[in-house]
């Protein structure tokens, strides 16, 4: 048990149960993540209790002995908060709250506070908010007066707790609004990445584990200016930028919200929208804190949700981020398909533009057309949309021999097989 002071911030007490179920490592990692998850709250991880038990008590979460010490540390070290580190029922909630005097949240209650703040655009305040309609709505049943939390403070941002407590079905109308909304935004974005198709853009899409170097990386590569910051979700919002590499190929390159151990169900189907980014991707980059003691546990974590989501025919690319803070035992789970790079070498980032190129490359057909001079847009979009690789001059055609790769999926591909040299000697 440790203690940490500062001022003017609420003074937090964590609360986890190891069980059976869990190694000794995973759990202590799990109490780790809770303590960065409360600080990211602006909450002050004052101490800890753990118990260790064959399964989680049904009626208080932990056995009521512990609950009695909690009660005497909330009392003697003047504890605003305390977080359970799992998924409380409505019964614990209101168990607990009958020993303990002060705000009780769980781990995704705190996640949920966290995604509160950081969602700026319409879309993302709107998918934090069905997701805490989803968490509280089977809550509300028996909780009296603990429901109304008035005034600030952690698990308390987002939507009025009072209306909630009032009127159930107003939660339920407001719930089918919000997916109403989110809905029109799948078919929007639906449109719009069949509009980037159809203007010969491949995308890719950057997915890791939160405070990986998401956003760093899609800044140092395209100039962006999304936030940074050595925090968790630092990024809710998904941003697009445009990547062009080495070889003059324009692509698009989105970032995505991070992903969490135990991220709550409620919060991916909440987010299903966003991470339809990376269901439409041409590549995935999955970015790993390669500096993190525990960064095999974040690649299972992403890979996990990748196969909830369905991606496995999508090409993955694993980025081992942070190569200058790794110590000398670090051995890449991924062997062939990954790279270790520092987010801020620029000769790294020039490497992973190629690995990111040769990979694409894989999935593109070989072309080779003969391009008259007058058709000059054409000749343009072939430096852009495809991989070139040669050009040749030919005088007697008064045309450019253009061959290299494209990918199939866009448009380009279907005018440059219409442009064999015969189809040229016939217009002339």
């Known amino acids: 048990m440790h203690e940490q002071v500062r001022t003017n911030e609420e003074r937090v007490l964590l609360v986890g149960c190891h069980t059976d179920e869990h190694t000794e490592e995973h759990f202590s990692y799990s109490m780790e993540e809770l303590k960065s998850l409360t600080i990211t709250a602006e909450g002050i991880p004052v101490s800890e209790v753990v118990q260790k038990r064959k399964k989680i008590d049904p009626a208080t979460y932990i056995g009521k002995g512990k609950v009695e010490e909690i009660a005497t540390i909330v009392s003697e070290k003047e504890i605003d908060v305390v977080i359970f580190n799992d998924e409380l029922t409505a019964s614990q909630v209101r168990n607990l709250s009958s020993f303990l005097e002060v705000r009780i949240i769980d781990r995704t209650q705190l996640i949920l506070d966290i995604f509160s703040k950081r969602a700026f655009s319409k879309e993302g305040k709107l998918q934090v908010e069905l997701a805490q309609l989803n968490y509280l709505l089977p809550r509300l049943m028996g909780k009296g007066t603990a429901l109304s939390r008035l005034g600030g403070g952690i698990g308390t941002r987002g939507p009025g707790e009072t209306k909630l407590e009032t009127d159930r079905r107003h939660i339920r109308k407001r719930m089918d609004e919000i997916r109403a909304q989110l809905q029109s935004v799948v078919k929007h974005r639906k449109r719009y990445r069949d509009r980037r198709k159809r203007n010969n853009m491949l995308q890719i899409a950057l997915v890791g584990y939160t405070n990986a170097g998401k956003s760093t990386i899609l800044n140092r590569l395209t100039r962006a200016e999304t936030l940074?910051?050595?925090?968790?979700?630092?990024?809710?919002?998904?941003?697009t930028r445009k990547l062009k590499l080495p070889n003059g190929l324009t692509t698009l390159l989105t970032d995505t919200v991070g992903f969490i151990q135990d991220l709550p169900t409620t919060l991916i189907a909440a987010f299903s929208s966003t991470l339809e980014e990376v269901r439409e991707a041409d590549l995935i980059l999955h970015v790993v804190d390669a500096s993190n003691e525990n960064h095999f546990e974040h690649e299972r974590t992403v890979l996990d949700l990748l196969e909830e989501l369905e991606v496995s025919s999508v090409p993955i690319v694993t980025v081992y981020n942070k190569r200058d803070q790794i110590s000398q035992d670090f051995i890449p789970t991924v062997g062939d398909d990954s790279i270790l790079l520092s987010a801020y070498d620029q000769q790294d980032l020039q490497r992973l533009s190629e690995r990111i190129e040769q990979v694409l490359k894989q999935q593109m057909m070989f072309y080779r057309a003969f391009i008259p001079i007058s058709e000059g847009q054409l000749l343009s979009r072939c430096k852009s949309e495809t991989l070139l690789q040669q050009q040749v001059w030919h005088e007697e055609l008064d045309a450019?021999?253009?061959?290299?790769?494209?990918?199939?999926?866009?448009?380009?591909?279907?005018?440059?097989?219409?442009?064999?040299?015969?189809?040229?000697?016939k217009e002339k």
């Not at 494209?406 to 005018?415: D, F, G, Q, T, Y």
Request: proline share 8%; charged share 20%; net charge negative.
């Open 400 to 425: 450019y021999e253009y061959s290299g790769y494209v990918h199939p999926s866009l448009a380009i591909a279907n005018e440059l097989t219409n442009k064999p040299m015969s189809a040229i000697k």
């Open 228 to 239: 940074e910051e050595n925090q968790l979700f630092a990024t809710l919002d998904p941003t």
